[in-house]
């Protein structure tokens, strides 16, 4: 319980400063894009304001992820992390996709006269400084703390480096060859972007409530720690499964079936110890038994020792 309480304050240390960082940034942004005239400009403002949106949805997440274990979720809550990783790669699409619209429409109208002022320059590298360090933070935050929605939103943060480097770059081409319809273009870069980020974390977070698990080494690691305990023998229909940064271990195992109950019992137990021992953050490891030579043939579910 402390541990997941110390989890719970980063996280909220975290999203505090993500929030109060995204906006400082998003309203220099906006204000300074239309005194420069920089609809790129604005638009990275605006990319910034949906990230304050996403900050606060960590944070309520934070506490959410805390509640104990209850009848309707016995499992805990802990799942509600990657629930919100989801909800803000909607949020951040949503958000490109608006700019995107905004964009285009203002290219068909050909609304664009002027050439952006230098002060959108200025703004722009301080966005990228400002945006690196935000990223570069929650990301080390969130591999601490093994959060997903942290990670997801440092992923996002690195994004707004990319896109505002792309603004900056096209402030320049448009001072250079004094085309004031590339920042337009620029902007439209921008919001396809965000969108591609946003995709990539729908489908990471997909991926995540589909119980996919990113290292199958986590197999080998599961047999190994069998192999340690003499009396367990063929590891199969393996599981593991992650509720946050916690794993779950499903697995049968096989032991002489003439032993008594207590003693399978007590080798089910150092089966457990050995798997807790070689992997870090087991919220869980339940252990079929079965008797030696038992005939599986019928189970379609999970890894076994000759399938690595």
Do not use: C
Request: glycine share 6%; net charge neutral; no cysteine.
């Amino acid at each position: 319980m402390g541990q997941t309480k110390t989890r719970e304050q980063r996280i909220i240390r975290a999203s505090w400063n993500s929030i109060i960082g995204n906006a400082l940034l998003s309203v220099t942004k906006i204000v300074a894009g239309f005194i420069s005239g920089s609809i790129a400009l604005v638009a990275d403002g605006v990319d910034s304001a949906s990230d304050i949106i996403t900050s606060l949805i960590t944070l309520i997440t934070a506490r959410i992820i805390t509640k104990p274990p209850d009848l309707k979720y016995p499992y805990g809550y802990e799942k509600a992390d990657t629930v919100a990783s989801k909800l803000l790669a909607f949020i951040i699409f949503f958000a490109g996709a608006q700019l995107a619209i905004t964009t285009v429409h203002g290219l068909i109208q050909g609304d664009r006269s002027e050439v952006p002022s230098l002060l959108a320059v200025i703004v722009v590298i301080i966005s990228i400084v400002g945006k690196q360090l935000l990223a570069r933070y929650l990301n080390k935050v969130g591999k601490k703390s093994d959060s997903e929605m942290l990670k997801a939103n440092a992923r996002n943060m690195q994004g707004d480096v990319v896109i505002s480097s792309s603004v900056l770059l096209g402030l320049v081409f448009t001072h250079v060859f004094q085309m004031p319809v590339l920042d337009s273009i620029t902007a439209l870069a921008v919001s396809a972007w965000i969108m591609f980020v946003a995709i990539r974390i729908i489908i990471q977070s997909s991926q995540n409530l589909m119980d996919r698990i990113d290292d199958p080494a986590i197999y080998k690691s599961i047999t190994e720690a069998v192999s340690q305990v003499p009396e367990a023998h063929n590891p199969h229909r393996i599981r593991a499964r992650k509720i946050a940064h916690f794993f779950v271990i499903d697995l049968d195992i096989e032991v002489d079936g003439s032993l008594s109950l207590d003693k399978a019992h007590t080798i089910t137990h150092e089966v457990e110890n050995k798997i807790k021992a070689l992997i870090p953050n087991i919220y869980d490891v339940l252990v079929h038994v079965e008797p030696l030579g038992d005939d599986g043939s019928n189970e379609v579910y999970g890894v076994s020792e000759k399938d690595l």
